[in-house]
């Protein structure tokens, strides 16, 4: 609803940085808790705590400003809900006397006018939870399940998902790490946890290229932050990229060696080739003289003819002539 808000009134969370702790918070019935709420914008007189029901809009508590008294709203009390504005920048709210029915998420604003909603800046948020006398508290058991081959053949995509359960009360978060680097881009978590019996479970995705995940130098890790008694407790599971398609440094060595090899054995090849080809050219052009030469003697060798020029017939009459006379 708060999303609603700020997506309506644009004005809304521009202006001061607005910190509001703790996070989440449980209690038994009867007891008390107190939220606090800072705000470091001087201008900002006017702070307010408002309660989110579960499925449920934004309803104001209370409101002050550094010159008045606290205006209740309608419903609300001070002997319920007290509130003390220590000075501008502070303004606290204790919750006295839990019941069931307070079980909500807090929020803390700021702005520099009374009462109205436009340019309000809000805090992130505090989520109570109303715990039984007999419940406890239970962390959470961490999965992580692999990408579907599916995924990657159609979509050249990866989807890792990892899955909290088991865990009581609904006070966990998720989130997602590569090599040690928190990764925001490609997460989806649910925006609520789903409630099995007296039990919780909250599921978050992270989606990369498949090319990522084709990586086993890459470590993807899950954590999971569980808020109980007042701390945070980390559970953190992890895995390794695949290493169907990837080149470790190992393998890339090995893969470089082959190459190497092939194309030595290319070039031998190669070389074979061209001395059998040439030899079968010379053994051809041998075969082709031989037959030559075995015809040759049918033909005038031009070696074998008279330098000397023949005389013309004409010229031997005389002789003749003569040697009769």
């Not at 809000?122 to 995924?151: H, R, W, Y």
């Not at 059998?276 to 003289?289: D, F, I």
């Amino acid at each position: 609803m708060l999303a609603v808000v700020l997506a309506l009134f644009p004005g809304v969370g521009i202006g001061a940085y607005i910190a509001q702790w703790p996070e989440k918070i449980h209690q038994r019935p009867g007891g008390s808790l107190t939220i606090s709420c800072y705000q470091n914008y001087s201008k900002f007189a006017y702070m307010y705590w408002y309660q989110q029901l579960p499925r449920n809009g934004l309803k104001l508590i209370v409101s002050s400003s550094t010159w008045s008294h606290n205006y209740y709203e309608d419903g609300y009390s001070e002997a319920k809900f007290e509130v003390t504005r220590q000075n501008t920048y502070h303004f606290l709210m204790t919750i006295k006397n839990v019941t069931p029915q307070d079980e909500a998420t807090y929020f803390c604003a700021a702005n520099d006018r009374d009462r109205g909603i436009s340019g309000l800046s809000f805090g992130s948020g505090t989520k109570l939870t109303v715990m039984g006398k007999n419940d406890e508290i239970i962390p959470p058991a961490v999965a992580i399940f692999s990408p579907s081959k599916q995924e990657i053949q159609q979509k050249s995509k990866a989807t890792l998902v990892c899955l909290a359960s088991g865990f009581y009360p609904d006070h966990l978060t998720l989130g997602w790490r590569v090599n040690g680097v928190k990764r925001t881009e490609g997460v989806g978590t649910d925006e609520s946890s789903t409630q099995n019996g007296s039990t919780y479970s909250l599921t978050s995705r992270l989606r990369m290229p498949a090319w990522e995940w084709f990586n086993p130098l890459n470590r993807f890790e899950c954590v999971a932050n569980f808020f109980q008694n007042g701390t945070t407790a980390s559970i953190n599971k992890f895995i390794s990229g695949d290493a169907g398609c990837a080149l470790t440094e190992e393998s890339y060595l090995r893969y470089g060696n082959s190459l190497k090899l092939t194309y030595l054995i290319l070039c031998g090849k190669a070389l074979v080739y061209a001395v059998l080809v040439s030899g079968l050219v010379w053994t051809a052009k041998g075969r082709m003289m031989k037959s030559y030469l075995q015809l040759w003697p049918s033909f005038p060798h031009p070696s074998r003819r008279s330098s000397r020029r023949a005389r013309p017939r004409w010229c031997a009459w005389p002789l003749v002539s003569t040697l009769t006379t």
